[in-house]
Antibody, heavy 118, light 109 residues
Framework: QVQLQESGPGLVKPSETLSLTCAVS?????????WGWIRQPPGKGLEWIGS???????YYNPSLKSRVTISVDTSKNQFSLKLSSVTAADTAVYYC???????????WGQGTMVTVSS | SYELTQPPSVSVSPGQTARITCSGD??????AYWYQQKPGQAPVLVIY???ERPSGIPERFSGSSSGTTVTLTISGVQAEDEADYYC????????????FGGGTKLTVL
């Protein structure tokens, strides 16, 4: 079955860049679909960060667009998130997910908590 | 910016029907999706394209759409259905982007 697993530092300093990777197993990213990142601050709701098509086309949340880069590495069957100039407001659980229709997240990773603190 | 509006909370007794609404101006033009999230777990897609149910999701979960409002209905609510529910859609009026509602806490009394 298709599985997604996030990885990356759990602690990032303010003003630095948050970097996460999502490894996909059970499905080849190059075969299709979009692949997305969603975050959830503690005790709050879900926020879409952005999605990438398997070919590399990207779609970002306008409120984060200036700081976000999502890329895909089909050779490693993974995709990545970079969020620059982080502040405490970026502290959240970050999820990666398969995005079937650009806004239809049918398979999710377990999530990884990222804290922004000095 | 585009928003999807959900009630913060809904409460029902076991066996009753729970209805959770989601309102947004673009909903007549864009599909809606619903996710269930239990504490400490990742969200699970329970309804896609307004009213389609993924495999493995119980039949008591259904979705409907009317104008600018979509509704998630859970018939014969069970204790295990207690969770947060989020609607999600998209806004294509400018740059296409995905939007989540604020979430609704379903309490089974």
């Amino acid at each position: 079955q298709v599985q997604l697993q996030e990885s990356g530092p759990g602690l990032v300093k303010p003003s630095e860049t948050l970097s996460l990777t999502c490894a996909v197993s059970g499905y080849s990213i190059s075969s299709g679909y979009y692949w997305g990142w969603i975050r959830q601050p503690p005790g709050k709701g879900l926020e879409w960060i952005g999605s990438i098509y398997h070919s590399g086309s990207t779609y970002y949340n306008p409120s984060l667009k200036s700081r976000v880069t999502i890329s895909v590495d089909t050779s490693k069957n993974q995709f990545s998130l970079k969020l620059s100039s982080v502040t405490a407001a970026d502290t959240a659980v970050y999820y990666c997910a398969r995005d079937r229709y650009l806004g239809a997240f049918d398979i999710w990773g377990q999530g990884t908590m990222v804290t922004v603190s000095s | 910016s585009y928003e999807l509006t959900q009630p913060p909370s809904v409460s029902v007794s076991p066996g009753q029907t729970a209805r959770i609404t989601c309102s947004g101006d673009a909903l007549p033009k864009q599909y809606a999706y619903w996710y269930q999230q239990k504490p400490g777990q990742a969200p699970v897609l329970v309804i896609y394209k307004d009213n389609e149910r993924p495999s493995g999701i119980p039949e008591r979960f259904s979705g409907s759409s009317s104008g600018t409002t979509v509704t998630l209905t859970i018939s014969g609510v069970q204790a295990e259905d207690e969770a947060d529910y989020y609607c999600q859609s998209a806004d294509s009026s400018g740059t296409y982007h995905v939007v989540f509602g604020g979430g609704t806490k379903l309490t089974v009394l």
